[in-house]
C-alpha cells in the first residue's frame, strides 16, 4: 500500500512540473515572474550596492549609503561622483 500511495505522488508530481513547464513556455515566464525577489515580501536581499562615490587620489570608494567616510566629510560629494 505504501509503495502504491509514493508511486502515485511520484506520477503526480511529475505530471504537475511537465504542466508548470509547459505554463512557463506558453507564456514566456522568467523565475523572476514567477518568484519574485525576497525584496518585493519586504525582506532584504542583502545584496551589493554599487559604489556611487570614488576618492581619486586612493581610488576608495563608497555607495552614499550608512556612515560617510572620512575622505569625503565636510566636502562638496559632486566633485567624488562615479561617472
Excluded at 522568467?30 to 551589493?48: E, H, L, M
Excluded at 550596492?49 to 569625503?72: D, E, L
Aim: charged share 30%; proline share 2%; net charge positive.
Amino acid at each position: 500500500m505504501e509503495l502504491q500511495i509514493r508511486e502515485a505522488k511520484k506520477r503526480e508530481t511529475g505530471a504537475a512540473i511537465a504542466q508548470v513547464r509547459g505554463l512557463i513556455e506558453e507564456f514566456g515566464l522568467t523565475a523572476q515572474d514567477v518568484f519574485p525577489t525576497s525584496k518585493a515580501r519586504g525582506v532584504r536581499s542583502g545584496g551589493k550596492v554599487a559604489a556611487k562615490y570614488r576618492n581619486t587620489a586612493t581610488g576608495q570608494t563608497w555607495t552614499g549609503r550608512g556612515k560617510a567616510p572620512k575622505w569625503i566629510e565636510g566636502k562638496e560629494r559632486t566633485q567624488f561622483l562615479i561617472r
